[in-house]
């Protein structure tokens, strides 16, 4: 859940462990605010999983490799087809690996999770067994979702360093200083990585070299992540400016405002689907806009102050969201009215996640919910720790938790 805290820069301020209001970020990006979640614990615990046991894995089918699942980030795996409306009031803990410090949203390729944590550390875990099979130390904490292409994680810290890791040994591929904290999940696509650090720039490197291809100057610094699709790239600034860049050059296409609090941040991400930007705002709104050109297709208002850090996901011609307001939304897709709500009893800021007729999403409370897509009836829920951006596939959902806890749920 990303917590509100007071920033330096004087505003209030958000970050992101993929959770919502009351998140874990590194000591020094923010004072926290005594509520919700307990401060990050930094001490380093070693690695150790909890009920080891493990019944027979689902077979190894498809891939979640990057935050939001796919580069468009639509958060909707159309290849799940092992957990349904049907069976998922069964889910249980399969498998949880304790870490140092609060666990992000993860990456799942090749029957490996990967993930960052609040210790510094990124992790290699075994899909099937919650096994660690390795951890590399980058400093700083791990807030970003890694992103898996070509057999390289790609992951930032709020050290300031992008790096570029073996996924089969977690050695340093290579490594680039971008000189402040990264916080935003990294999009790779056609050999260049995009990620935007705190610097009030945004930048495309070289997959392979880690060189800079070309940067861009933003109005502020960034706390989303990145769409890339139809050779653009799509991203939100710390003031809610949504841009529309050339993802070759960096050009700049199209920009818009999607909120006037220059002192609250904006951390939700885009999702882009059928030629439409779909986007949270603090305003409290959920946009469309036209990948194009940036017109605005429609908004919906939950309420102001009710902020919307929710990254939408979107499937079947919905969009579904949450907000600060404890309700959990999904809105048609085509004009942004209402299909269905549901109260929650604690907001909503992590990205939901949508897979065969069930969309699963953590709340900043601490639970885990999965509801019927269509009709918004709850088929389960789990309490954890504040829970962040939920990962389904292959027949598990994975989840990582401000209590330091990475957890696998699947079936009996």
């Given at each position: 859940m990303v917590v509100t805290g007071i920033s330096e820069r004087g505003g209030r301020r958000r970050g992101r462990f993929g959770y919502g209001r009351g998140s874990a970020r590194a000591p020094g990006a923010?004072?926290?605010?005594?509520?919700?979640?307990?401060?990050?614990?930094?001490?380093?615990?070693?690695?150790?999983?909890?009920?080891?046991?493990?019944?027979?894995?689902?077979?190894?089918?498809?891939?979640?490799?990057?935050?939001?699942?796919n580069d468009a980030g639509s958060g909707y795996n159309p290849r799940e087809h092992t957990l349904s409306a049907t069976n998922v009031a069964r889910l249980t803990v399969k498998w949880a690996l304790t870490t140092g410090g609060a666990t992000?949203?993860?990456?799942?390729?090749?029957?490996?999770?990967?993930?960052?944590?609040?210790?510094?550390?990124?992790?290699?875990?075994?899909?099937a067994t919650g096994r660690k099979l390795w951890a590399h130390h980058v400093g700083g904490s791990v807030a970003a979702t890694p992103a898996v292409a070509g057999g390289v994680v790609y992951v930032g810290s709020t050290s300031g360093t992008m790096y570029a890791l073996s996924a089969a040994?977690?050695?340093?591929?290579?490594?680039?200083?971008?000189?402040?904290?990264?916080?935003?999940?990294?999009?790779?696509?056609?050999?260049?990585?995009y990620v935007g650090p705190e610097n009030n720039n945004f930048y495309a490197l070289n997959a392979a070299t880690g060189a800079v291809r070309w940067s861009h100057a933003l109005d502020s610094f960034v706390t989303s992540s990145p769409?890339?699709?139809?050779?653009?790239?799509?991203?939100?600034s710390a003031s809610g400016l949504v841009y529309a860049l050339?993802?070759?050059?960096?050009?700049?296409?199209?920009?818009?405002?999607?909120?006037?609090?220059?002192?609250?941040i904006s951390s939700s991400s885009p999702a882009?689907?059928?030629?439409?930007?779909?986007?949270?705002?603090?305003?409290?709104?959920?946009?469309?806009?036209?990948?194009?050109?940036?017109?605005?297709?429609?908004?919906y208002n939950a309420g102001f102050a009710d902020y919307i850090e929710s990254a939408?996901?979107?499937a079947g011609?919905?969009?579904?969201?949450?907000?600060?307001?404890?309700?959990?939304?999904?809105?048609?897709?085509?004009?942004?009215?209402?299909?269905?709500?549901?109260?929650?009893g604690q907001s909503v800021s992590s990205a939901p996640a949508v897979a065969n007729g069930v969309v699963y999403v953590g709340g900043d409370g601490g639970t885990v919910f999965a509801f019927r897509a269509a009709t918004g009836a709850k088929l389960w829920s789990h309490q954890i720790g504040a829970a962040a951006s939920p990962a389904v596939v292959n027949g598990r959902v994975y989840a990582g938790s401000a209590d330091h806890n990475i957890y696998a749920f699947g079936l009996p």
């Open positions: 923010w004072r926290w605010r005594a509520a919700g979640v307990l401060p990050l614990l930094l001490s380093l615990v070693p690695g150790s999983a909890l009920s080891p046991a493990a019944p027979a894995s689902a077979a190894v089918t498809a891939n979640w490799p990057k935050f939001h699942y992000g949203p993860v990456a799942v390729v090749s029957g490996v999770v990967y993930l960052g944590s609040g210790d510094g550390d990124v992790y290699a875990v075994k899909a040994t977690g050695a340093v591929r290579w490594s680039h200083a971008l000189g402040a904290a990264i916080v935003s999940s990294p999009a790779v696509a056609g050999g260049t990585v769409a890339v699709t139809g050779g653009e790239v799509y991203i939100c050339n993802a070759a050059t960096g050009a700049k296409l199209w920009a818009y405002r999607t909120n006037s609090e220059s002192q609250v882009v689907v059928s030629g439409v930007v779909y986007i949270g705002s603090v305003s409290g709104k959920v946009f469309a806009l036209k990948a194009a050109t940036g017109a605005k297709l429609w908004a939408p996901a979107v011609g919905v969009v579904y969201v949450g907000s600060a307001n404890n309700r959990f939304y999904a809105l048609s897709a085509a004009t942004g009215t209402v299909r269905w709500s549901y109260a929650t």
